[in-house]
């Protein structure tokens, strides 16, 4: 006998769905979800039999681990406490997102240690965990209903490809399964790529949506200076900085990215596409910088959900930017470390330039003993 399928997309209430499928994992059941790579089977982490039925269904075997499915990255941080900071990174920047971290379960603190011994042996079977927080609505919203987190696998058999719509499901696991949510084709059609992060070492283990070169961006450091237009303060810092770190790095500013850092700048009011100011140009090449293929970009929520370190030029920045995104207060600092603002040279003759680069300057050199560019090793990728 087929299980029921329930359409989501010609629900007369999605919330009707959501608390059908909470309720399915609460009472134990397995339900198969829509996410953005593939069809999805899942169990409520706190059932035992629901995961013992999954691992039955999936035929696995000793060491073979579950995926952990959680609502959001500060989820995740129950269940590994102590991220390092390349994973940290990906968390923030990937998530909700088709990528799945694996990481060491060893913190005294963490939640998996509350869970079922069963339960442990199937998701940390081998000291190390991975988590996921798929990007479908759906399954988000249930993530935030639900107790606890899910148990999350592909919804097919172990000899067969994985399910792209409702009715490869129903066609692989039949009566196997409880409840089937169906919301059309799949989004990307093809698995969720998975990494290790051990430390700050990123070791690709399953290509998938996201591919290795991006995956190596993603895990790169990212400082983001921000002033106004992004023609002469912010820019001039970038490029400042750049140097520097190349020369700590022993590269050139170009092997930065490689090197796994990224340097960049931005404005609260810029233009997209404007050129940086031709004093700020003039000042920068007397430091052997050349800032004349400058594009100025606004500030948006993807550059400062990125950056890993905000500095702004001015106390006034700095509350446009919290005003907006103010979760990002942790990593948002005036360049100047006594409160002083940076003022703008726009207009100003040459020399109000130059004087203007030297105070950014001198705070670079400061921030340089605090910061880490040591950066990432490449990620390497080591199969399925």
């Not at 998701?123 to 965990?129: C, H, K, L, N």
């Not at 020369?247 to 850092?261: H, M, N």
């Amino acid at each position: 006998m087929a299980p029921p399928v329930i359409d989501f997309r010609s629900a007369d209430d999605p919330r009707d769905v959501v608390h059908r499928a909470v309720q399915a994992l609460a009472e134990g059941k397995l339900v198969a979800f829509p996410t953005e790579t593939v069809y999805g089977l899942a169990a409520s982490a706190l059932s035992e039999s629901a995961v013992a039925r999954l691992t039955q269904i999936k035929d696995r075997q000793d060491g073979q681990a579950f995926t952990l499915a959680v609502k959001s990255a500060e989820d995740a941080l129950d269940y590994v406490p102590a991220l390092s900071n390349v994973a940290e990174r990906l968390a923030r920047r990937c998530w909700p997102g088709p990528i799945t971290i694996v990481l060491k379960d060893e913190h005294p603190d963490s939640l998996i240690k509350q869970l079922p011994a069963s339960i442990q042996a199937a998701v940390s079977p081998q000291g190390t965990i991975g988590m996921r927080v798929p990007a479908h609505q759906l399954l988000l919203a249930v993530l935030r209903l639900t107790a606890g987190p899910i148990v999350l696998t592909s919804a097919n058999r172990p000899s067969q490809p994985d399910a792209m719509t409702a009715a490869e499901v129903v066609k692989s696991l039949g009566d196997d399964i409880d409840l089937v949510i169906d919301d059309g084709q799949a989004k990307f059609g093809q698995p969720s790529s998975v990494v290790r992060v051990d430390g700050n070492r990123v070791e690709f283990l399953r290509a998938g949506v996201i591919n290795e070169p991006t995956l190596k961006r993603l895990s790169s450091m990212m400082v983001l200076f921000v002033c106004t237009g992004n023609t002469c303060r912010s820019p001039m810092a970038e490029m400042m900085l750049q140097r520097r770190v190349a020369d700590q790095l022993g590269c050139e500013i170009s092997d930065l990215e490689d090197r796994g850092v990224m340097i960049m700048s931005a404005g609260i009011a810029a233009m997209m596409g404007g050129q940086a100011a031709s004093e700020a140009v003039d000042v920068m090449r007397e430091r052997n910088l050349d800032l004349s293929s400058h594009e100025s970009q606004p500030l948006g929520d993807r550059l400062v959900r990125f950056a890993d370190h905000i500095f702004t030029m001015t106390r006034g920045h700095r509350e446009a930017i919290l005003s907006q995104w103010p979760d990002a207060e942790p990593r948002i600092r005036l360049v100047c470390r006594d409160n002083r603002d940076v003022g703008d040279p726009i207009g100003g003759p040459p020399e109000l330039y130059r004087r203007c680069a030297d105070q950014i300057d001198e705070q670079l050199a400061a921030w340089m003993t605090e910061l880490d560019f040591s950066g990432i090793p490449a990620a390497n990728e080591s199969g399925e």
